[in-house]
C-alpha cells in the first residue's frame, strides 16, 4: 500500500500490519487502492455502509460492572450486557484481528486540555480511520509521542455476531465497557457509531468532573457572546449555528465548565439531503479533498453529487474536520453562553417560530426533547408523528436526564443565559397542509435574539404551551408570529394544540422525580 507497517499489540489484539495516524491523504490514497469508495466532483471520498444506514440504537448495550452500574438509567437506551459475554466477544474479534492490515488513530475527545479525554481508534477500513481522524481532535506530534488512551474504540464491520451464541440482538453491536475503557462495534460500517459511542463516554465521565455535557452546536459572534443550539436530526442545528456572520465553535457535542464551553470534536457530521450551495453555503464549501460523504448518489461520469436523492437513505451525511468551516474557532473553546436556542421542526403547525422560556420551561423543553416525523418518511406514516429525546440526545445519556437538566439549569442561572424555544417546522397548518417555516425568518428571528433586539418586543403567553410568544421582530412579518392566526380555520389550530399538549404530557409522564414545579411549566392539557 505504499506505507510503513508497524507491530500493534493492544489487549490481545496483534499485528505486524498496522499504519498509525496517517494524514488525509495518505488514508485517502488507502481508501481508493482498496476499492472502500471513489472520489467525487469535489475530491470528496464517497463510500456506501451496506445495510446500515444510520445507527442502530436495538444493538447498543453498557457492560454490567461493579462501580459503574448503579449510576447507569438503565432502560430502552441503556441495556445492560453481562461481563463475561463481552469479554468472550472481545476475544472472538481479537481473533478475527489477528495478523490483519489494521488502522490505527491516537486522539483526544475534548477541546479543553483540562479535560481531554485520549482515545485510541483502531479500523479495519482505511475510510473508517479517515472519518475518526477528521472528527475527533488531532494531537500534536509531541503529544502523540506521549499519548496514553483512556478509552479505545474497537471497529469491525467484517466481525459480525451470533445473536444465539454471543447475546445481542443482530449481527450488528455496540458494546461500551467503562471498566475496561473499551467500546466495540461489529457488523455495521455506519461511521456515526464510533463518534456517538465516545460521546456516549464523554456523557458519562464529565458530570463527575463538574462539566454539563451537551448535544448540540455553538458559535460566537464578533463581541464574543456565544449561543448553543439543541436540535435533534432534521431541525436544522447544523445549518443555524454554521453562520457567515459568527465563528463556529463546534458542530454537535459540547462540554460547559466553569470556564465556558468546549468543543468534544475536531470536526463536523452534517446531514446533506437536500444540501445547496445557496442555503448552506459554509457546509457546501466544506465538502472537499479530505472530507467523507456516506450513501450519497454520485454520476459515475462526472462525479457531481446529487444531493436531493435519498435512493440509499434519507440520512446522507459529510464528515469533514471544522478548520473547513472559513474562521471557524480553533481550537474549539468559548466563554460563557448568553443565548440558549432549543430547535424544534413541529410537523403539526401548532408551536411558535421563536418563544422564549422560563428556567422551568427550559428544563421541562430539554427533558422533552421534541420534534417530529413527517408522513412519508417510513412505511405506515400517514400523519405527523412526535419524536421525543431526553436532552435532546437520549440514545448518548447513561445518566437519567434529570441529572442533565439540573446541570444546565444551574448554568442558565449562574450567567442568566435566556433560553428560547424556535421552531423550524410547519406554520399555516400541518404537514401537508401548511408550509415549512421560511429559513429566512428563522435566521432573523436568532439573530434578533443573539443580539438582544428580541428583547424589546412585547411578550403574551401561548394558550395552552404557557411560552412567551414576542409581538414583533425586525425582518420578520408580525402575522406570522403568532400561529394561531396563521391557520385558516382557528378552531382546527386549538384542536391540533391540544393533541400536541396531551403527548407532550403522555411522555413527560414516564420521567420519576422531576419536581411539581418543573411539570407545571408543561402545556395546559
Known sequence: MGSKSVQFSQDGIQT???????????????????????????????????KYTGRSPNDKFIVE????????????????????????????????????HLYIFNGFAGADPKYRLPIRVINEKAWHNLFVHQLFLRPSPEELAN???????????????????????????????????????????????????IFTVMNFLMPQQGVTPMHCSANQGADGNVALFFGLSGTGKTTLSADPQRRLIGDDEHGWSDHGVFNFEGGCYAKCINLSREKEPQIWEAIRFGSVLENVVVDNCTGRVDYNNASLTENTRAAYPVDYIPNA????????????????????????PIARLTREQAMYHFISGYTSKLAGTERGVTEPQTAFSSCFGAPFLP???????????????????RVYLVNTGWTGGSYGQGQRIDLKYTRALIAAALNAELEKAHFHPHPVFQVAMPDSCPGVPSAVLEPRGTWPDPAAYDRKAQELAKRFAENFAKYSGVPDEIIAAGPRV
Open 16 to 50: 505486524s500490519d498496522a499504519l498509525c495516524n496517517l494524514a488525509p491523504a495518505r488514508l485517502v490514497e488507502e481508501s481508493l487502492e482498496r476499492g472502500e469508495g471513489i472520489l467525487t466532483e469535489s475530491g470528496a471520498l464517497r463510500v456506501t455502509t451496506g
Open 65 to 100: 460492572e461493579p462501580g459503574f452500574s448503579e449510576r447507569i438509567w438503565w432502560g430502552p437506551t441503556n441495556r445492560p450486557f453481562p461481563a463475561d459475554r463481552f469479554d468472550r466477544l472481545y476475544k472472538k474479534m481479537a481473533q478475527y484481528l489477528r495478523d490483519r
Open 147 to 197: 499519548h496514553n488512551p483512556r478509552f479505545t474504540i474497537v471497529a469491525t464491520p467484517g466481525f459480525k455476531a451470533n445473536p444465539k451464541e454471543d447475546g445481542t440482538n443482530s449481527e450488528a453491536f455496540i458494546l461500551l465497557s467503562f471498566t475496561r475503557g473499551l467500546v466495540l462495534i461489529g457488523g455495521t460500517e455506519y461511521a456515526g457509531e464510533m463518534k456517538k459511542s
Open 329 to 352: 474557532i480553533i481550537p474549539g473553546a468559548g466563554g460563557h453562553p448568553k443565548v440558549i436556542i432549543f430547535l424544534t421542526a413541529d410537523a403539526f403547525g401548532v408551536l411558535p
Open 399 to 417: 445518566l437519567h436526564p434529570l441529572e442533565y437538566a439540573q446541570m444546565l439549569a444551574r448554568r442558565i442561572e449562574q450567567q442568566q443565559a
